[in-house]
């Protein structure tokens, strides 16, 4: 079908003048407005079919029948004639339309699932319940993962970016020898069974919560209230419809976008700004700067106070020598910055109390914006490694806003190993590169560390 374009501003103007000439509180005016809204929302430069599947399945989602969905496409057929433009474009989205089931019911459900689901992530992690409730919340957190994969989910293959997803793994023990998180009698029983086992109990166990689910349970079903956290996020909906692969039945109105195109780290970030809509209560890293007045005894004395945080300032041992004797002393690696970990709810009441002693970074140098959150990925491998790094070793902290990010690169050897992040090269020759812990906006720590070539595995962005 040819894909007929227009400028914006001259179809923005149409549509406007129209619909100042319309009466209002008619299918008409409301069509009208819904379509301006669409165009401004996206902020496009054409209107073209892909935009008008956007309005329709957008309008679909959130509640509007398929009869009144095709009333409102009417009127934008009358306005492209109007505009002298070929409607092939609107007929094309209505003959879709006919093979579109009312959702609206299904979709409603999911979201009512949805307010249950986060109650579930306080529930009792000792009790016999809590593996299965944590397998459907590890399949929520990743909408992308099959439900066969649980089974096959050891230590290493916990998403440590994710802080949910950590969170819920690292409430599963691996006592006497188990090799595998969610006991579900591998290597006794045949897959096919498991996956037949595991559904039952987990239909079982959220109906038990007062989830319902029309038509059955299956990975679907739990594929559908993660998009109804996503549009709770405001994640658009191509990025949705990319991260989903199989459109679940509930929001069958999503098979008409395209799937935007989106690297790893993209799907990342998107999967976890979803994940705090659902569990907003997981414990987060922030960093700290010292006020001159302060020292690192008075903040962490204030800091014990409050058994619910963490605190951690990294130090290196240092020996001198005055005159005869050796002196030992604790060195930071990074003077005046500590770090410490809290659910979110905590930090504003922290800050209040603490105030005095220091400064917590925020997203951005506004002081309106939120507190700033470390990726739990990155402050895992920082701490993981800092306490090897060798006195040549020098970190620091940086403005970020000039550096050209690196190749996105997982180092598989050497003193950095299982690190993943973008690299800048500061010496080819000499192997040593430059890694950064990211802080907030423009703010990261920096130090290098020799890592050779063969050590570089560069990771696919997808």
Known sequence: MENHQHSTPT????????????????TAAYALQSLLDTINAQKLDTIDGHTLRMWTASMLIDGKKPATVS?????????????????????????????????????????????????????????DEWPTLA???????????????IAAVTTAD????????????????????????????QGKVRPGAIERTLTNAMQQQLAAAGMRFTGGFSRASITAIWVAAALDAGISLPDIRAL?????????????????????????????????????????????RLRKSADIEQLRKAILAHPAITLYYPTRTEVRKEGHRRITEQVPYLPGIAFFATRPHNVRPLMARIGNLAWCFRTTASPASPYAPIATAQMATFQRYIGQFTPDIQVELVDTATLTPGRLVRIT???????????????TASGRRMFFLSIADHTAARWTAQVEDIFIEPIDEK
């Open 11 to 26: 179809f923005r103007q149409t549509v406007e003048q129209k619909l100042g000439a319309t009466p209002p509180r008619t």
């Open 71 to 127: 009333r409102y496409l009417g009127t934008a057929r009358a306005l492209y004639r109007a505009h002298g433009t070929q409607p092939e474009a609107v007929e094309n989205i209505t003959t879709l339309l006919d093979n579109i089931a009312d959702t609206a019911g299904t979709a409603t459900e999911a979201r009512a699932n949805l307010a249950i689901a986060r109650t579930l992530t306080s529930r009792n992690r000792l009790s």
């Open 135 to 149: 397998a459907f919340l590890r399949l929520l957190y990743l909408p992308d993962t099959p439900l066969a994969h």
């Open 158 to 185: 916990t998403a440590h970016w994710c802080p949910q997803v950590a969170d819920i793994d690292s409430s599963l023990s691996t006592a006497n020898g188990r090799k595998y998180l969610y006991p579900l009698g």
């Open 244 to 288: 989903v692969g199989t459109v679940p039945p509930a929001f069958a109105p999503l098979s008409l976008v395209e799937a935007a195109t989106i690297d790893e780290q993209q799907r990342r970030h998107i999967i976890c700004r979803v994940a705090n809509t659902i569990c907003s209560h997981t414990n987060r890293w922030y960093a700290l």
């Open 413 to 427: 050897g050497g003193i950095m190993a299982g690190y993943e992040g973008r690299i800048v090269d500061i010496d």
